[in-house]
């Protein structure tokens, strides 16, 4: 049985974009099932008391090169950040869950990401959101529709809130079981431990 | 003419320790010279708003499992870490630049790690810093007399200074002429710079 490698991830946030252009190759390498958990990172805020690393200015300002140099180690075109953070992802992470329902999760996730990330395009924009919608084979209207629903929406928040009770503080999180790996920078320890796993 | 890698570190933080056991050898793969600069972080903290990870429970804790991982990645003995934070570390950061002046700067700083985090030493306590002064070939009490003068105390606080008007807002940091790298976790992105500074 392979082990499972639980990805919470959230369009907010550019770290878990780095993170989801290497998280296949990682999970093909290792043998390990990728599950796709989209959550709500200002509800992780929230509930954990912890802060966007932007609310220090010399950890901002570092944050932005830093990115880039995550861009440039991943071979990707430099990153296009919004003018403002945080960026409002709630409808674009629903559409993923929508998206995961119907067997485009991975395909969503990264037209989105690269939507954002790449082209520099909003993520709470209907326009953008429909047009990545449709690229990935979804109908448009009904992908926007279905994020409106009761059921679409408390998806998230049970992933958030499930997240938070498992001792995540922040994105993008990886689960291995009940361990967690925290941030873009420990996929080489995710690495190595699902290898233990394999070898176990 | 090789390129300088500035590794500022604190013995406060396990993070600086782990880094401290890669960064000669990563030095030499890379051809880089190698400079120690010991720092006060909890000046840095105060300079630039930043707060230590425990200040978040979640992530505290996260912080704990963490560093196990990294140690066990390095091939490092489990940390032993103090029952409270912050660690007191302003004396054992000035005997780091006692022994940088003569010529014992590395040897004192993995000894005196070592008895930090692997043998669960107190870094304050004036016997724990002569023992490890003498076992590094100081005179303990010429090194001793030396930390408390004025001159010492003021080059701290200049590394510590001049390390946040470049940019740093934590520990450990590294430069490479003002390119900023922060965290043991940067150390990938940190060689692979110094390899292209070698090949321009």
């Known amino acids: 049985m392979s082990t499972s490698l639980e990805f919470f991830f959230d369009f907010t946030s550019p770290y878990s974009y780095l993170a989801s252009t290497q998280v296949e190759r990682l999970a093909e390498r290792t043998g390990a099932r990728l599950v796709w958990r989209p959550f709500l990172l200002g509800g992780v805020f929230k509930a954990t008391g912890n802060v966007p690393p932007l609310s220090v200015p010399a950890k901002g300002q570092y944050m932005l090169k830093d990115l880039q140099d995550w861009a440039r180690e991943y071979g990707l075109p430099p990153l296009r950040l919004p003018p403002t953070f945080p960026i409002p992802s709630v409808k674009a992470n629903r559409l993923a869950l929508v998206a995961l329902e119907q067997g485009r999760g991975p395909a969503l996730v990264h037209a989105l990401y690269r939507a954002i990330f790449q082209e520099g395009r909003s993520a ?21 529709a279905r994020i409106e629903r009761p059921e679409v929406k408390d998806a998230l928040r049970r992933n958030t809130d499930e997240a938070v009770a498992r001792g995540a503080f922040g994105a ?29």
Chains 1, 2 share one sequence.
């Open 124 to 144: 709470e924009n209907p326009d953008v959101l429909g047009a990545v919608a449709a690229e990935v084979g979804l109908v448009p209207e009904e992908a926007l």
């Open 172 to 200: 993008p999180s990886f689960f291995i079981g009940e361990d967690l790996y925290f941030g873009n920078d420990r996929l080489l320890l995710v690495e190595r431990a699902l290898v233990r796993a394999r070898g176990a």
